[in-house]
């Protein structure tokens, strides 16, 4: 019941889960518990501490989000490679390598970079003395079917070459050649079979002698003039060469080779190194 005070009414009562068990003079507030409406959760109520799926609200974290959540704000991801970038989908740079000489390529590896060499006809060294494995030389001339080009004829009876040098890049471990050739007259398929001689320039130290030969894979030539071009990849413990060094090779033609069936001479324009 309502009472008076100096003229004035006083109520108490209670709404959205707590009731007046009492009166207006001598209150009792006393909450209703449940899990519906008008009612209050106590302490120990379950529903607080469950595992529960939470309310979609991811959009709150993005960008321009109530809740935007910064990616260096984010804890430290694991030592994985879930978050790289690839071929088939966005994402973070690699782990880094730890090495100046390493650059990332375009399928998201870390690759040395090494320089190629090219000597055409023209720039390659003349074997015409006894400093050379072979003192033969494969003659310079003008192309027999386009005079504008410079090659180099390797005869079919004699082991005849021609010499280049280079420094092997740092941190390689694989020569590869390719090499643009083509046989001087039509005829039925045959093959050339190259050969490598090599020697160092070691750092402070006599030059080296020259190496034994090493047959170099056979070279298919189909029965036309046509330019080919073969590509094939030594090992450098196979020709005992060292990263880092400066070394001189000979390539000659091995015509004593069984597999070198070419008859007549075999025309060179072009070969290149390069390292892995």
């Not at 108490?12 to 008008?38: C, E, F, K, Q, R």
């Not at 090494?114 to 003008?142: I, K, R, T, Y």
Request: hydrophobic residues 35%; negative net charge; aromatic residues 6%.
């Amino acid at each position: 019941m309502a009472y008076k005070k100096g003229g004035k009414t006083n109520s108490v009562t209670g709404s959205s889960g707590i009731t007046n068990v009492g009166n207006d003079v001598d209150a009792d507030l006393a909450p209703t518990y449940g899990s519906s409406a008008n009612t209050v959760c106590q302490g120990n109520d379950s529903r607080l501490s469950d595992a529960r799926t939470p309310t979609a609200h991811n959009t709150s974290h993005q960008s321009g989000g109530s809740d935007a959540i910064k990616l260096d704000d984010l804890a430290s991801p694991d030592d994985n490679t879930d978050l790289n970038v690839s071929t088939s989908a966005h994402g973070l740079m690699n782990k880094l390598s730890n090495d100046d000489d390493e650059f990332l390529s375009g399928q998201g590896n870390w690759k040395k970079v090494f320089p190629e060499f090219q000597f055409f006809a023209d720039q390659m060294e003349n074997p015409v003395n006894s400093d050379w494995a072979v003192n033969d030389l494969a003659v310079a001339a003008a192309d027999s079917n386009n005079n504008g080009l410079t090659i180099r004829l390797f005869d079919d009876t004699d082991e005849e070459g021609v010499g280049f040098s280079l420094q092997i890049p740092e941190g390689s471990t694989n020569i590869v050649f390719d090499i643009v050739s083509r046989r001087e007259s039509s005829g039925s398929a045959q093959a050339v079979v190259p050969k490598l001689y090599v020697r160092e320039l070691p750092d402070n130290a006599a030059v080296e002698s020259w190496s034994a030969g090493t047959d170099m894979t056979a070279i298919s030539l189909p029965a036309d003039e046509d330019w080919q071009y073969d590509n094939q990849s030594i090992a450098l413990s196979t020709l005992s060469l060292v990263a880092d060094r400066v070394a001189q090779f000979e390539l000659t033609r091995n015509t004593g080779a069984g597999g070198d069936t070419l008859s007549g001479d075999w025309t060179v324009l072009l070969v290149k190194v390069s390292f892995t």
